[in-house]
Each structure stands twice: as structure tokens, then as C-alpha cells.
């Protein structure tokens, strides 16, 4: 991976850039994030190292279970998802996979499933060589604040 990296959302108006390794490259298999990208999990990376270069993005927030505030950053003008941000504070953005310029490095080293799915957290299981970070003993468990805020 070459950096920095860069992206951006679908109408090329909000622009940004990532100047550190990222700390995780994580798929997420829950229902909201399915419901979001219209497919099956969607794909993120949690950075330290983040830049906006364009216009500003439109914050949306919700609720998440635990109570916690979820805010998705979004383009006003396509609505194009591009990062969410957790706990304020803990430095870190998780950046939608799909909206780097470069995808092509992209190798998940860990997935959420939700385990209300168990059908499906099963059959993810088999085919990845992905760990799962609700007990499978990845190596690189994530801090709490990565597993509890995952989206």
C-alpha cells in the first residue's frame, strides 16, 4: 500500500486523504450495514491519519444499541457514505472501503458478524480465511471501542 491514499464520494465534490497505514481493514456482515450498501456486508478501514480536501460532508446521526451515538458522514449532494466516526475523541475514522480512488490493497483481516444471523455468520465463517472478532481469537483483536463500534 502506497500512501497516502485517497478518495472520495461518487460526485468527486468531497475528497479526502490518509496518511497513515490503517489500524484495521474490517467487514461488517450486521443488518444496518447490509440495509445501507445494499449487499451483503459492507468493507471499511479504521485510520488515524485522515484529511478532508473538499467540501465538507453532511453529519447523519442515530442510535446505536449500546446507546451510543452513530454519526455517518455523508455527501449532501450524491449521498454518498463515506466515513463514520466513533466515541469523540479516539482519533479514528472508518472510511468506506469503496470510495478510495485505489481498492486494490484492500485484504480484510477481520469481520463482525451479527449474531442474530447465525445462517449466515456460519457460512461466512467457511468461506473466509477471515477471523471474526466474537471469539475466533484473531490476533489482532481490536480495541473495545473498534468491536463496540463497528459501523
Known sequence: MKLPQTGGCLCRKIRYEISEAPRLVYTCHCTE???LTSS????ALAVAGFRLTGDEPQPLESIADSGRVKIRWVCP???CWLFSTGKPGDGLHRVRAGTLDDTSWLRPTMAFLDPQQ????NAARRRS?????AGLG???TPSSTLADRRC
Open 138 to 140: 484473531f490476533s489482532h
Open 118 to 121: 447465525t445462517a449466515l455468520d
Open 33 to 35: 450495514c447490509q440495509r
Open 40 to 43: 451483503a456486508f459492507s468493507i
Open 129 to 133: 480465511g477471515v477471523r471474526d472478532a
Open 77 to 79: 449532494v450524491c449521498g
